[in-house]
């Protein structure tokens, strides 16, 4: 009974973190908007101060992990827009996406951007607790991919 036990307690543990971390902060800014756009963006850079090294074989380093800007938007109360870029690395389009409303329970989106099928998968680089995500989200996940869903 231990074994099972230990695995559906971590596994509870997991979900109940992911969940406050897509909590919004009381530390977080207020939304820029720009006209009727929302803009958004972080950064996350790592630097590496090698001291005492008398065989200078570990450089100093500094690496810019992400850097994303992003702008959304509606055309209409049931016409949604969104538009994201990284610009570390090779830049390039992450989402770029319209929503069509319907109701709260139906919407169609149509463009590139995630399935949302897995908790972790949604919450925002920007909240997980680690720079990564774990290795089993990343084996099993889908990628961003021009699509429609319902």
Not at 2 to 17: N, Y
Not at 132 to 140: F, H, I, P, Q, V
Request: with cysteine; hydrophobic share 40%.
């Amino acid at each position: 009974m231990m074994r099972l036990t230990i695995p559906v307690l971590a596994l509870l543990a997991c979900a109940a973190t992911a969940h406050a971390q897509s909590d919004p902060s009381p530390y977080d800014p207020p939304p820029m908007r720009v006209g009727p756009a929302t803009v958004t963006g972080f950064v996350q850079a790592g630097a590496l101060k090698v001291t005492g090294d008398d065989f200078d074989e570990a450089p100093d380093t500094f690496r810019l992990r992400r850097a994303r800007i992003g702008l959304r938007g509606d055309f209409a109360p049931k016409l949604g827009w969104a538009l994201s870029a990284e610009l570390a690395g090779s830049p390039h389009v992450r989402d770029a996406f319209m929503t069509v409303r319907f109701a709260e329970q139906f919407q169609v989106r149509v463009g590139q951007f995630y399935p949302e099928y897995s908790l972790e998968r949604l919450t925002s680089s920007s909240r997980l607790e680690l720079i990564d995500r774990t290795r089993l989200t990343e084996a099993l996940s889908y990628e961003r991919n021009p699509g429609v869903m319902v």
